[in-house]
């Protein structure tokens, strides 16, 4: 399980949308995974988005 938190300062910066990508790339390639799975809260839109990208 992996859980994030980013400061109100750093939101609508593409921050967490980049760390993401890295981790589901390195989860993929390195940690040879074949399924992710991703559960958020239905008041955070953002979280949604950038699981999405």
């Known amino acids: 399980m992996i ?4 400061d109100v300062d750093f939101w609508n910066k593409g921050i967490m949308t980049e760390v993401l990508g890295a981790v589901v790339r390195f989860l993929y390639v390195k940690a040879d995974a074949h399924r992710l799975q991703a559960t958020v809260c239905n008041d955070h839109q953002a979280s949604f988005v950038s699981l999405r990208r």
Request: net charge neutral; hydrophobic share 25%; no cysteine.
């Open 3 to 6: 859980g994030y938190h980013l």
